[in-house]
């Protein structure tokens, strides 16, 4: 069975700090695919990355960046400089082949200006 | 830039009513989704959908719930009998291999 954790349910924190959001996940399968999704206040999911399992190499784009370690079964976020916009709740998520994506139970960032 | 399109973004109906949510999914993509998410919980997968036919489907997803793709472009999700605990928003998804792209969603409210 899959599962997602992501411990972190609420965060605040001053707008240019940096933050970093957690997520474990949790498969059987040596094959698979972790995603990370926005939900602004508007209630759309915005896609920001896709990891596959065989690919540890860290990845920046911007002021987000992410940390796929699979010896910890982690793949963390970052967001550096912190903006009001990046305010949302963000969604780890993990898929294997075709099948469902498993969502983990979200983290709501607030950003305080 | 090609998006997965839904219709309403919100849709009110009264307890045991029949609604029907509509989705256009992106044109290449095979396969496509419906997840649910009760406001403030995560989002929940329902049922998957591939050469015309479920796929693979969840606990929530039970005899009230099924879904279609009557013609070549929409795929819709009915309810049968609307409870009150169908309250939320659903999500379609479409993809051509593992990356899901989601629609903006349809909030259900149920009264």
């Known amino acids: 069975a899959q599962k997602v954790t992501q411990a972190q349910t609420e965060i605040s924190v001053v707008e240019k700090e940096d933050v970093t959001l957690d997520c474990v996940y949790e498969?059987?399968?040596?094959?698979?695919?972790l995603f990370w999704y926005k939900q602004p206040p508007s209630g759309e999911l915005v896609f920001l990355i896709r990891?596959?399992?065989?690919?540890?190499q860290n990845e920046i784009s911007g002021r987000y960046s992410w940390n796929f370690q699979k010896s910890t079964s982690s793949f963390n976020f970052t967001i550096t400089a912190s903006q009001v916009v990046d305010s949302a709740v963000y969604f780890c998520?993990?898929?294997?082949?075709?099948?469902?994506?498993?969502f983990g139970t979200g983290t709501r960032l607030t950003i305080i200006p | 830039e090609p998006e997965v399109t839904q219709t309403p973004s919100h849709q009110v109906t009264q307890m045991g009513q029949e609604v029907i949510l509509r989705c256009v999914p992106i044109?290449?993509?095979?396969?496509f989704y419906w997840y649910r998410q009760i406001l403030g919980q995560k989002v929940e997968f329902l049922v998957s959908?591939?050469?015309?036919?479920?796929?693979?489907k969840s606990e929530i997803f039970d005899d009230q719930f099924s879904v279609e793709r009557p013609d070549g472009s929409n795929f819709t999700l009915k309810i049968r009998s609307t409870k009150l605990e169908d309250s939320a928003m659903y999500f379609c998804?479409?993809?051509?291999?593992?990356?899901?792209?989601f629609g903006q969603g349809t909030r259900l409210t149920v009264v």
């Open positions: 959908f591939y050469n015309n036919e479920i796929s693979e």
């Open positions: 998520a993990l898929i294997f082949g075709n099948e469902k994506l498993t």
């Open positions: 498969t059987r399968d040596t094959t698979y695919y």
């Open positions: 998804a479409s993809s051509e291999d593992t990356e899901a792209f």
């Open positions: 990891r596959n399992s065989f690919d540890e």
């Open positions: 044109s290449n993509h095979l396969y």
